[in-house]
């Protein structure tokens, strides 16, 4: 069966470190872009990361929202078939459910990352989500 599934959540003080994972199984990653997202009580969801690339990892593109610039860095690792969001500096404001979610990869999808812009979809398949939360 095809899945992803989130891992790495916790509970952290402010200016801690977390680092989420994001394992597919049942597909191969190397094709597929992933998103990070993240969910708030009574907010919309906001894209919070992306990677992606489309012929080789010499195409490899990343995008960080304006909240998590220098704090929050994306990477995968193809032989796990993972990709992890590795979380720094974390403030209450980043308190929310964190979803991954992969999207068949492009050229065009590329370039908007590189573009600076976030693929908001649609994606092929989502995760269930893992619990963050930052508090004192």
């Known amino acids: 069966q095809v899945q992803l599934v989130e891992s790495g959540g916790g509970f952290v003080q402010p200016g801690g470190s977390l680092r989420l994972s994001c394992a597919a199984s049942?597909?191969?990653?190397?094709?597929?872009?992933i998103g990070w997202f993240r969910q708030a009580p009574g907010k919309e969801r906001e894209g919070v990361s992306c990677i992606g690339s489309f012929l080789s990892s010499s195409d490899e593109a990343t995008y960080y929202a304006d909240s998590v610039k220098g704090r929050f860095t994306i990477s995968r690792d193809n032989a796990k078939n993972t990709v992890y969001l590795q979380m720094n500096s974390l403030k209450p404001e980043d308190t929310a459910v964190y979803y991954c979610?992969?999207?068949?990869?492009?050229?065009?999808?590329?370039?908007?990352?590189?573009?600076?812009?976030?693929?908001?979809?649609?994606?092929?398949?989502w995760g269930q989500g893992t619990q963050v939360t930052v508090s004192s």
């Open positions: 979610a992969a999207a068949l990869s492009s050229f065009s999808l590329v370039a908007r990352l590189r573009a600076g812009e976030l693929f908001e979809g649609p994606y092929d398949y």
């Open positions: 049942g597909f191969t990653l190397d094709y597929y872009a």
